[in-house]
Nanobody, 117 residues
Framework: QVQLVESGGGLVQPGGSLRLSCAAS????????MGWYRQAPGQEREMVAL???????NYAASVKGRFTITRDNTKNTVSLQMNSLRPEDTAVYFC???????????WGQGTQVTVSS
């Protein structure tokens, strides 16, 4: 029922910027906590950024100050603005949706971000 579709990934040079977007359907979007996770080759999946239904934000220490998560409840979208990108940011980035009351987390298909010169 839930569908999350990411877009905006690509190849960018170190120090550059990208903006990822995620379109959600099949949920009452405004009630959901939205987020971004990433997984690099040989690494486990890690949380990058979360935004609650009330707009509260949480970031991994490695991206704090460089990435910003936002949501638009009129468009059912969540975005991740990524600035000052580093090679270690290279990963597949996944959009997520969950209810903090304990429901399962839904996942998008992922979009590749590659930071390289």
């Amino acid at each position: 029922q839930v569908q999350l579709v990411e877009s905006g990934g690509g190849l960018v040079q170190p120090g550059g910027s990208l903006r990822l977007s995620c379109a959600a359907s099949g949920i009452l979007f405004r009630f959901y906590r939205m987020g971004w996770y990433r997984q690099a080759p040989g690494q486990e999946r890690e949380m990058v950024a979360l935004i609650t239904s009330s707009g509260g934000e949480n970031y991994a220490a490695s991206v704090k100050g460089r990435f910003t998560i936002t949501r638009d409840n009129t468009k059912n979208t969540v975005s991740l603005q990524m600035n000052s990108l580093r090679p270690e940011d290279t990963a597949v980035y996944f959009c997520t949706a969950d209810l903090t009351t304990g429901g399962d987390r839904s996942w998008g298909q992922g979009t590749q971000v590659t930071v390289s010169s």
